[in-house]
């Protein structure tokens, strides 16, 4: 069955996990499914910065672009999507 190939992972990483991060200064909490933290930690692993600094740099520079983000932890999702997809290619597998 063609769905069954979308479903073959662990179940552990739609866990969402709430991490408390230092942006910019101030403490605030992000609540994401694991599989996005693990993606996010290899972006800051990559970077060589911590992830309060990985995110404080992109909360600086859309800010700076000048694009509001109404809901950052969208916006973080959105962000590692694309990294798997876009920056790093052999992450995204194409389907044939």
Known sequence: MLAIKYCDFPPALMKPVSR???VNGLNTCFRLEKI??????????TEKVSIGTLISKIDITMRLKEN??????????????????DIKPSAYKVIS
């Open 36 to 45: 996005y933290w693990d993606i996010i930690y290899e972006i800051a692993e």
């Open 20 to 22: 408390s991060v230092r």
């Open 68 to 85: 509001d983000i109404p809901n950052f932890s969208g916006f973080l999702r959105v962000m590692a999507t694309h990294y798997c997809r």
